[in-house]
C-alpha cells in the first residue's frame, strides 16, 4: 500500500490505521497533517458502476462549494477509482478526503442537535434534486427500504423466535400499508444510511456526514425514516425525539400527508433491515463486530415500535409539521351508528366502550392512538396478526376454498395432525365452523350413539349460542332472563373448593358422591354428562381434584358418554397440560374445541372414538358448508405448528406460574382478594368483601374499568361477575404480567385511600 499511496498521490511514510467496516476494508491516511481516507473492495462489476456512480454524486456536491460532504481525490491519471491487484486478488480502491468531527453517536442527544439533523438532511436533499443516475435507479438491494422485502432471505437467521415474529410482522405491514403507495411517493437520489457513525458534529450542530456507499434513488421520506431509525433507537420516547428532526426537516423541505402516512411503517422497515442483516452477518463471520454494533438498540427500539400504535405515531408526526390530527368518529358516535343497524342486545365491554382499530401479538389499537395490553382475549391464541397464521390464511384463500364434498390434501393433513395431539381412542374428528356448532353436533352423536336422551351439565356451564347449546348451559338458561332448565337437563353442583360445601383433599371424591347420587336417581339413562375442566363463566373454577376420574365410569356404566369442553381450555393454554381433560387424568369419549383452534378465524370441531363415528354414521349424512375448508385446516394447521415451534405450552406455564405468583404476592397485601386460581395463563382472581368474603361485583367491575383506563384489558365473569378473568395470548410475558398486576396494585391502593 505504501508503494501504491506513493505513486499515486505522492505520500511518503504515511500514517495509516485500519477501521472497521461493513463488507469492505477502509484505512484512515495521515499525510503530514492531513488525513484521508483510503477505501478497498473486493472487485465486483456491480460494485464499480455503482462507486463511479458515488463519485459522481460526490463531486457533484462539491461543484457547489460544500465541505460538509467527503472528496473524491483522484488518482495520478486523473482518475477517482482503480481497480488493482493484490496478491492474485482484484481490488477496487478510492481515496476520498477526511472529514473532521465527532459521530453523533459519540454526543449527548440535546434538540439542537436534533433540531440541526433535520435542516442538514433537508439541505443535502434540495442540493441532490437535480443528480441523476441511471446506474442508481436500476439499484436494487435489501438497504434500500423499498426492497425491504429482499432482507426475507435472513429470517431464518434470527435465532429468537419472538424476534423472528415481529420482523416478520413488519414485514407484512410494510405489504399492506406501504407497497400499494409507493407509487406516490417522491423519489430522488437520496443518501439512505444517516446511522449514528455517519453523521458528524461540532458544537451541537451537524458538520457533515460521510459513508455514501449506500446511495440510492429511492423514496425522500426514506432519508428521515433511516436518519430517526438511528437517532432515536437509544431513546426511551423515540417519538418524541423524531418529532424534532422531523419538524425542522418539513421546514426546510416540506414534507407531504403521503409520506407521513407511512413514515411508522419505514422506520419499522428499517428497523428490520438492521437486524436482519446484523443476524446474518453474525451466521457468516461471528468475528465482524462492526456489524451487529446497532443491534441491541435496533431490537430495543423494535419492541418499543410494536407498543406504539401506528395511529398515535401519525398524529404525533402530523401534530410535529402542523398537519390536523386523523379523524375519527366518537366512541358515542360509533355506538349510535352500530345501533342504527344492529340490536342492543350485543353488549359492549367497559363503562366506556373502546373504538379499536388493529392488533398485534399481545397489543390492541383503538382509533383513537391507544395501544392496551391484551390480558383477556385467548381467541387469539399465538398472538393477534401473528404472520405465519395470517400468511397461511392468506396464502390458502388465494389457491382454493371449497368444501368437504371435494378431495384436498389439507383435510386429512390437518386432521392427522390435530389428532396427534389426543390420546389413541380420539381418533376420528368432524369439522364445523364455531365452537358452539361443536356442542351442537357432540349432542347430536351422542343421542345418536347411546339413543338415550338425558344431558348432565354442570352448574354455571357454557356451552354455545346455538339453541341446543344453550339448552345445556346453565349460565344461559338460568338467568333471569333465560329460557329455564328443560326436563332432560340434569345439572349438577359445581365442585368449588373455594366458595363450596367442600374444600378438604377429597373434596373432588364428595362433590362427585352427590353427582352420583342425583344420576341414580334420575328416571332414565344419561346419554352425556358435558362438562368444562375449568368452568369459564363460573368464575375460572377448576373442577376438583379427581371429580371426573369419580363421574366418568357411572356414566359410562349407563351406556353415556363423557364430553370435554376444550373451547377455552384447551390447545396448552393450561401450561402443564395441552387438555384440560389430562388434570384430571382421564380419558373423555368426546372432545369439542373452538375459538383458539384457528386463532379467531371461525372454526371448531368434534373429536370423538371410531365407535361413536360410526355410530353416528348410521343416521342422515352430516355435512357443514364451511367446516374443514381448505383455508380453516391451513390456518389451524398453522396455529398447532406455531404452539410448537415457539414451545407456547412452556411458555404459558413459566409465564403463567409466575403471573399467579404476583397475584398471590398481592392476595396477601389486599383482603378483598379472596381466591387466585386456575391454570397457565387461564387465571381467574374472585373479589370479595373482605369482613364477610361475599362476592364484590362493584368492586370487580372498578378493577376492570380502571384498568382499562391504564390500558389493559381483562374481564369479569362468574356467578356473581365478581371474579376478574385472564386469559391472554399465550405469547403474554413476565414483563407483561408483572404490568398487569403492579396496575392492579396501583387501582387497589388508589381505592383503599379513598374508601
Known sequence: MDTLLETEFGFRNPEIKRLNGYDNINYIVKNNLTKYIFKTYTYNKELLAVLEAESDALLYLHTKNENQFPKPIPFINGDFIKVIDVDGETIICRMLSFLEGQFLGDVVSSEKLF?????????????????????????????????????????????DCNDKNIVQYFFKQF?????????????????????????????????????????????????LAIAITYACYDKENPLEWASIILKSYHNVL???EVEIKVLYYLI????????????????????????????????????????????????????????PSLDSLSVFEEIKKRQEYLSPILSLSYDEPIFMDRSAFQYMYDAYGNTFLDAYNNIPHVGHSHPKVVEAGQRQMAQLNTNTRYLYDLLPTYAEKLLSKFPKSLNKVFFVNSGSAASDLALRMAYAHTQHKNIM????????????????????????????????????QIPDIYRGKYTSDNAGELYAKEAIEQIES?????????????????????????????????????????????????????????????????VPDMVIVGKPIANGHPMGAVITTTEIAESFGKGVEFFSSFGGNPVSCAIGLSVLEVIEEEKLQEQARIVGTYYKSLLAELQQKYDCIGDVRGSGLFLGIEIIKSKNRKTDRALAHHIKNELRNKFILVSTDGPDDSVIKTKPPLCFTKENAKEVVDALDEVLEEYYSIN
Open 115 to 159: 433540531d440541526s439533523i433535520g435542516v442538514f438532511l433537508a439541505e443535502m436533499n434540495i442540493k441532490l434534486q437535480e443528480f441523476d443516475s441511471y446506474i442508481l435507479r436500476a439499484r436494487q438491494w435489501e438497504w434500500d427500504i423499498q426492497y425491504v422485502h429482499l432482507n426475507k432471505k435472513y429470517l431464518d437467521d434470527i435465532d
Open 175 to 223: 405489504e399492506e400499508n406501504v407497497t400499494p403507495i409507493l407509487p406516490a411517493l417522491r423519489k430522488q437520489v437520496i443518501h439512505n444510511d444517516g446511522n449514528e457513525w455517519n453523521i458528524l458534529i461540532k458544537n451541537e450542530e451537524v458538520s457533515g456526514i460521510i459513508d455514501f456507499g449506500d446511495l440510492a434513488h429511492s423514496h425522500v421520506i426514506n432519508e
Open 254 to 256: 416540506p414534507l407531504e
Open 268 to 323: 419499522a422497515a428499517r428497523l428490520c433491515t438492521s437486524v436482519c442483516n446484523s443476524a446474518h452477518s453474525r451466521k457468516i463471520n461471528p468475528d465482524n463486530t462492526y456489524a451487529t454494533v446497532s443491534e441491541k438498540s435496533a431490537w430495543n427500539m423494535l419492541y418499543k415500535w410494536i407498543r406504539i400504535s401506528p395511529i398515535r405515531a401519525e398524529n404525533t408526526f402530523r401534530e410535529a409539521i402542523g398537519f
Open 457 to 492: 351439565i354442570m352448574e354455571h356451564g357454557y356451552h354455545g349460542n346455538t339453541q341446543m347449546a344453550i339448552d345445556i348451559s346453565d349460565y344461559k338458561f338460568n338467568n333471569p332472563k333465560g329460557q329455564g332448565q328443560k326436563e332432560y337437563i340434569l345439572k349438577t
Open 522 to 586: 334420575l328416571q332414565g339413562s344419561i346419554a352425556a354428562f358435558i362438562t368444562e375442566p375449568i368452568v369459564g363463566c363460573g368464575g375460572q373454577v377448576p373442577l376438583a381434584k379427581g371429580y371426573l376420574k369419580e363421574i366418568y365410569p357411572v356414566i359410562r356404566k349407563q351406556g353415556g358418554i363423557c364430553i370435554s369442553d376444550e373451547v377455552q381450555t384447551g390447545f396448552g393454554r393450561l401450561g402443564d397440560h395441552f387438555w384440560g381433560f389430562e388434570a384430571q387424568d382421564v
